[in-house]
């Protein structure tokens, strides 16, 4: 096939990806619309009946979010407890490790300079 024969063929041609995409997104669109209209109806009842439920119980749920947070506080202000034990020993292990990786860092960067001094001493020699 010629070149003249490849780009002729490939004009006449060259929109059908398109058109495929355009008719299969209408296709899709279509299909969503008729899958959702009757059990997404049933779904958001189902939701408000159950939103419904839950702000009727409000003060006791308040209750329930305001000891947990307690707790939580407690746990992590508390010197001797094992949460903040945890949180204090990750804390400063952290502050080891990196103290560590500068310190390999600041090796490393004096090694790199001396290879350069090395190399120039070595080549005039």
């Known amino acids: 096939m010629t070149e003249e024969e490849w780009l002729v063929a490939s004009d006449e041609g060259g929109g059908g990806f398109s058109w495929g995409f355009v008719i299969g997104s209408i296709a ?26 839950l702000t009727g119980r409000s003060p006791e749920l308040k209750a329930r979010a305001r000891a947990a947070a307690d707790k939580a506080r407690t746990a992590v202000s508390d010197p001797d407890h094992p949460v903040q034990r945890a949180i204090q020993d990750g804390v400063q292990a952290a502050k080891k490790r990196r103290r560590e990786l500068e310190e390999e860092a600041r090796q490393a960067e004096l090694g790199a300079a001396v290879e350069p001094a090395e190399a120039a001493e070595g080549s005039t020699g």
């Open 28 to 53: 899709g669109l279509i299909a969503g619309a008729y899958l959702a209209s009757g059990p997404g109806r049933e779904q958001v009842d189902s939701l408000r009946t159950r939103t419904i439920e």
